[in-house]
């Protein structure tokens, strides 16, 4: 049917014939052709179109409207009207005037109950609103002279007809769409168990299989044709645990297995189905395929249990959640006494940060652990002893949650190691100096020419002579001295002593230096002149020498070296600055280290033990300050150090 307006002002063009001139047959006529048209489809709009049209033509109207929907949902325009274009159309230009958009959609059962309703709408256009149950009401615009009361009457069955035929096209809707979403849902449910390596199935009382799908089935080369019927109890029968954990899911706890099967791993979990009353349904079951996550877990225990350092994975605030095998060969704990205790368990009770502090704060507690870099402590064997250890740390996030591992080295074998290195050292350099100090005594004494004259070349030759015995005699004495920071006994001699003064002598020393090597020293001497400090003023003149001149040996020919002394607040803050060759970052932590000579320095040849910062870095902390290093390779370096400033001894 076409209903543009072309069309129905051809329709609407004949004469209307008053319906109260219509005899008892004529009417019954028109009921019935009104009536065969109501409920010929389930789709609704089709079917109001179908009525809405019969209607019109039956009962001689020009115009017409159904507006028909829950009151959850009330319509804003019309479900169907003829003519199409609501330009033109009388019967919703009455709905329109009569009712607001605000009063359908807020009020729409209390709207219903003003129908039914006739008026006039315009010169000779009758309306008529007509009630369709609680569902909505049609509208019919009727030239020329309105329905009589007779046919209203007479519509009323009809009006009971079209609103339940609405009904049911409504319902159909909602049950095609309730179907639609139940095929979604499904075909979603099941792309998502074939997408996943899983099995889903369900089992009745008796353990019988009545549900199996799942892609996980296709790896164990099963069809779920050869499960669906069987019993549980039969296929799992040769499985450890999997029947009693089949009887406990069956007598209502939930229950769970592992097991092997063609090569695979599965990982069964399974669960009661009861109702809100309580009664046992059945059992529904998941089978998981954890192959390839039980072959990482298996890789990374073998790897973790070769390496030979004690790991442990460590969850805030200090729970302990994995160990390797050499954590328990260490420590001497078994792994389940370990496992969900505490990490406090491994340490002495001195080296635990205070209560309710975790892992966290115990890495803060020591900035070495924190960078990566290896920091030694003391760890606490089952037994109660204590040994010495090397710690490092890292930290993860997983699942929302923080975790750390700590790795850590047994360094009792190392530290025997050390002992008797430094005691090797220790004897052999005193055993040194004595013979040093008699060559270096008699080349003086020969020098002097009193046991007789020196031509030039002996001259020459003893001064190189008497220069090398120096520089072993420095060298001698600072392996003594590490020797010393080794054993602990550096002993400080703190007295007044001026750093202005403290400078002036290193600069005299290091000058000559500078001078062979055309480098400039530019001296920012801030420090008032008169102001003194505590600290061992031998000690701090040879450490300041020793960052002096490691500026000037890893300098260029012609570069400047910046010397800076000045105090800040209550420190005392010394700094050497070069333009020279620098050190890569990963070497800055190393550097202070017995015997490292940077990559630069060993590749350029140039001469050094590699114990001056070290012995640096002793004296500036046995004073209470802290020392720094800032380079980058090829770009230069600055050492600095802070002091506290003390003007009486501590």
């Avoid at 012995?615 to 004073?623: D, I, L, N, P």
Wanted: contains cysteine.
């Amino acid at each position: 049917m076409n209903y543009d307006d072309q069309s129905i002002c051809t329709t609407r063009s004949q004469p209307v014939e008053p319906v109260l001139m219509l005899s008892l047959q004529d009417r019954m006529q028109i009921l019935y052709e009104i009536a065969i048209s109501i409920g010929v489809t389930l789709d609704l709009r089709v079917m109001l179109t179908t009525a809405l049209d019969v209607f019109l033509r039956q009962l001689n109207c020009t115009s017409g409207a159904i507006y028909v929907g829950r009151p959850s949902n009330p319509p804003q325009e019309p479900t169907t009207a003829i003519p199409r274009n609501l330009r033109h159309n009388g019967a919703v230009a009455w709905v329109r005037a009569t009712y607001d958009e605000a009063a359908i959609e807020h009020q729409w059962p209390e709207l219903l109950t003003s129908f039914p309703q006739a008026a006039q709408a315009a010169g000779d256009l009758y309306v008529h609103g007509l009630a369709l149950g609680n569902l909505g009401f049609i509208v019919l615009a009727r030239p020329a002279q309105p329905l009589d009361d007779e046919m209203l009457r007479m519509l009323s069955p009809l009006l009971v007809k079209l609103t339940e035929s609405s009904r049911a096209c409504m319902q159909n809707e909602e049950l095609a769409s309730a179907h639609q979403s139940i095929l979604w849902e499904r075909n979603m449910l099941r792309s998502l168990i074939e997408a996943t390596p899983t099995i889903l199935y369900s089992l009745d009382l008796e353990g019988r299989v009545l549900f199996c799908e799942g892609r996980g089935l296709r790896l164990l080369g099963i069809a779920a044709e050869q499960v669906r019927g069987a019993s549980a109890f039969d296929i799992y029968r040769d499985i450890p645990g999997a029947v009693d954990a089949l009887k406990a899911a069956i007598d209502g706890k939930p229950a769970g297995v592992t097991y092997d099967h063609n090569g695979r791993t599965l990982d069964v979990v399974l669960q009661p189905v009861v109702d809100e009353r309580g009664d046992l349904h059945g059992v529904v079951g998941v089978s998981h395929d954890v192959t390839e996550h039980k072959r990482a877990i298996d890789t990374l225990t073998a790897v973790l249990n070769s390496v030979g350092e004690a790991v442990v994975t460590v969850q805030e605030p200090a729970q302990i959640v994995m160990v390797n095998r050499r954590t328990t060969e260490m420590f001497g704990y078994d792994t389940e006494e370990l496992v969900g205790h505490s990490l406090w368990h491994l340490f002495p009770d001195e080296v635990r940060p205070p209560s309710p502090a975790g892992v966290d704060a115990f890495i803060a507690r020591h900035d070495a652990a924190k960078t990566g870099a290896g920091v030694e402590l003391e760890g606490r064997l089952k037994t109660g002893d204590v040994f010495p250890i090397e710690l490092r740390t890292g930290s993860f996030a997983l699942a929302g949650n923080r975790f750390f591992t700590l790795s850590i080295r047994d360094m009792t074998e190392m530290k025997e190691y050390e002992r008797l290195r430094d005691d090797f050292t220790s004897t052999v350099s005193h055993e040194l100096r004595t013979p040093l100090a008699s060559i270096m005594g008699w080349t003086e004494t020969m020098l002097t020419e009193h046991p007789g004259p020196l031509n030039d070349l002996q001259k020459r030759f003893l001064n190189t002579v008497y220069a090398s015995s120096v520089r072993l005699d420095k060298l001698i004495e600072e392996i003594l001295t590490v020797s010393r920071i080794q054993r602990g006994t550096l002993r400080l001699q703190p007295a007044p002593c001026n750093p202005a003064k403290l400078l002036q002598s290193v600069l005299a020393a290091t000058t000559p230096l500078a001078s062979a090597r055309s480098i400039t020293l530019t001296v920012d001497d801030a420090w008032p002149a008169e102001q003194m400090l505590m600290g061992d003023a031998e000690r701090l003149e040879q450490s300041m020498l020793h960052l002096l001149t490691n500026a000037v040996k890893f300098s260029n020919a012609g570069d400047e070296v910046i010397v800076r002394s000045r105090r800040d607040g209550n420190l005392w803050r010394f700094e050497v600055q070069d333009h020279g060759m620098g050190v890569s970052e990963d070497e800055i932590p190393l550097i202070f280290h017995r015997f490292y000579r940077g990559r630069a320095a060993r590749k350029a040849q140039i001469q050094g033990a590699g114990l001056g910062l070290y012995v640096c870095k002793a004296v500036v902390e046995g004073h209470g300050g802290e020392i720094f290093v800032h380079s980058r390779l090829d770009d230069g370096t600055l050492v600095r150090f802070d002091l506290p400033v003390r003007e009486t001894p501590v």
